[in-house]
């Protein structure tokens, strides 16, 4: 079973839509997680770090539930340029792991006009 | 910039031969890490250095791959005898005292290609 795990899509939405995405995780010691995005052919780069009590950053919403290792984005009021890869990340610190980021495959996003 | 820099951006080799890259953290980072990115995947962690040390290499890092961090700023990552199944995107990030504890920034990365 792959440490993190996300559904791969690809998701095709139209511009305006509502989409969510989920994300499964095997260490019950997890101790932070993130979504990060990728543009085609470039680095990730941290979209929203994701608590417990959920949170919110403009059109973008990310809920934890650490009893089902279950981590979800939800991206409201889809823009073209949303269009992207989105990374489930699992963050281990503490212990030995020192900090190490376990991505998932990442869920590729299309929103069309 | 003050971001994090690799060179070079692109490398293409012929199998057997070795080739090294460089990543520049951003100034005043002490943690540095290598990972690794092969097509439709996420990137996989590969090793970490605290200032100089290296503190922590996966088991994808086999005996052909060597990193450093001599003076705790740059890091190079040298493959030997490259495969063709070394072909990937390898990235840096760097982490430490600016922004969050756990917030890791990433460099553009260098996309190897073996022949």
């Known amino acids: 079973r792959k440490e993190v795990e996300q559904d791969p899509g690809p998701f095709n939405v139209p511009e305006g839509a509502t989409v969510a995405f989920n994300c499964t995780y095997s260490?019950?010691?997890?101790?932070?997680f993130f979504w990060y995005r990728q543009d085609c052919r470039k680095e990730p780069k941290l979209l929203m770090s994701?608590?417990?009590s959920g949170n919110e950053d403009g059109r973008f919403t990310a809920q934890l539930n650490r009893a089902s290792q279950y981590i979800s984005l939800l991206i409201r009021d889809s823009k073209l340029s949303d269009s992207a890869t989105y990374l489930c990340?699992?963050?281990?610190?503490?212990?030995?792991?020192?900090?190490?980021?376990?991505f998932g495959q990442g869920t590729i996003l299309t929103v069309h006009p | 910039d003050t971001g994090v820099s690799q060179d070079p951006r692109h490398k293409i080799t012929k199998r057997g031969q070795n080739v090294t890259f460089r990543c520049d953290p951003i100034?005043?980072?002490?943690?540095l890490y290598w990972y690794r990115q092969t097509l439709g995947q996420g990137p996989e962690f590969l090793t970490y250095?605290?200032?100089?040390?290296?503190?922590?290499k996966s088991r994808l890092l086999s005996d052909r791959f060597s990193a450093e961090r001599p003076k705790g700023s740059f890091s190079t990552l040298e493959i030997q005898r490259t495969e063709q199944g070394d072909s990937a995107m390898y990235l840096c990030?760097?982490?430490?005292?600016?922004?969050?504890?756990?917030?890791?920034?990433f460099g553009p990365g260098t996309r190897l290609t073996v022949l």
């Open positions: 994701v608590y417990s």
């Open positions: 990340v699992v963050n281990d610190a503490g212990g030995t792991s020192y900090g190490k980021l376990t």
């Open positions: 100034s005043e980072h002490n943690r």
């Open positions: 260490n019950s010691a997890s101790q932070s």
């Open positions: 990030a760097s982490s430490g005292r600016q922004g969050s504890y756990n917030e890791q920034f």
């Open positions: 250095f605290q200032n100089e040390a290296q503190l922590e």
